[in-house]
């Protein structure tokens, strides 16, 4: 069987205008190749402006590559037709970075979990509403947080909400893009240990997007770690930590401290 996922020598170059005539070109991923197996916790580490985000756009068809492919279970996810890219779209769901921008302020959470339920057309309304309840204690949320707003959420809670609402449809894949880079340190560590149970308990793949080398150290079973839109080392994550084979992965882990769970 293929990879869950995977990119083959993917590039996407932007261009910016740069006064009034002139324009310039950056290349924010380069020749990007690797592969994601079902069931596999994969890490995607950089820093600031190494292409991570470029690519979970990419990954999410929000964006077209210049060139290159990106498969899904050997199918190119840029020739699927309507109802293989309808199936695409139920099976790859994402969890953003903000939790507090994520949301409508005006949507009770039960309707914020419920509509990815609605978009597909899952389930009768009494079936989408007990998918609510369900994924909520999935992620240790109490019941009546449905009839709650955004506002009345911590932002560790909020979080949970969009980890709940990923989960409504049942994907095979969770994009996880920086999920925890705007939350306390305390609260932090409460998201990565429910991404290690959810990932334990429902077999999920996921992609998680992260800054930091040494926290995915704890979550990944493989990375890659991205320097300025180029994959500079790749593979299992003790192999590249124990035998990194790019300066700048060297200096990542020498500058980081631990991080205890």
């Keep these: ?11 996407k170059i932007f261009e910016l205008k740069k006064g009034f005539l ?22 995607l580490v950089g820093e600031s402006g190494s292409g991570k985000t470029t690519i979970s756009r990419l990954i999410l068809r929000l964006i077209k590559p210049d060139r290159g492919k990106i498969l899904f279970y050997g199918k190119d996810i840029f020739s699927m037709n309507k109802s293989e890219l309808r199936e695409y779209r139920r099976r790859v769901q994402v969890v953003f970075q903000n939790p507090y921008t994520s949301f409508n302020p005006l949507m009770k959470i039960k309707d914020i979990v419920k509509e990815p339920l609605d978009i597909h057309k899952i389930g009768s309304r ?14 240790n949320l109490p019941e009546e947080f449905m009839e709650r707003f955004p506002d009345q959420l911590s932002g560790g809670q909020r979080q949970r909400v969009g980890i709940a609402r990923a989960l409504a449809i049942e994907p095979e894949i969770i994009i996880a893009d920086e999920p925890v880079s705007s939350l306390d340190v305390s609260i932090q560590a409460q998201i990565i240990n429910l ?5 334990k308990e429902l077999g999920l793949t996921f992609l998680f997007i992260a800054h930091d080398l040494n926290l995915v150290r704890h979550l990944s079973d493989r990375i890659a770690v991205l320097y300025k839109g180029e994959v500079v080392d790749y593979g299992k994550t003790e192999d590249v930590f124990s035998s990194p084979t790019s300066s700048f992965t060297k200096e ?5 401290p631990p991080i205890k769970f």
Excluded: C, D, Y
């Excluded at 324009?23 to 890490?43: D, L, M």
């Design 1 to 11: 069987m293929p990879p869950v996922l995977e990119l083959k020598e993917v590039w």
């Design 22 to 43: 002139k324009k310039k070109k950056i290349t924010a991923v380069k020749n990007v190749s690797f592969h994601i197996e079902k069931g596999e916790f994969f890490s």
């Design 126 to 139: 009494k079936e989408r509403l007990e998918r609510v309840k369900e994924v909520l204690s999935l992620v």
């Design 195 to 199: 991404f290690l149970e959810l990932h």
């Design 252 to 256: 990542l882990i020498n500058s980081i």
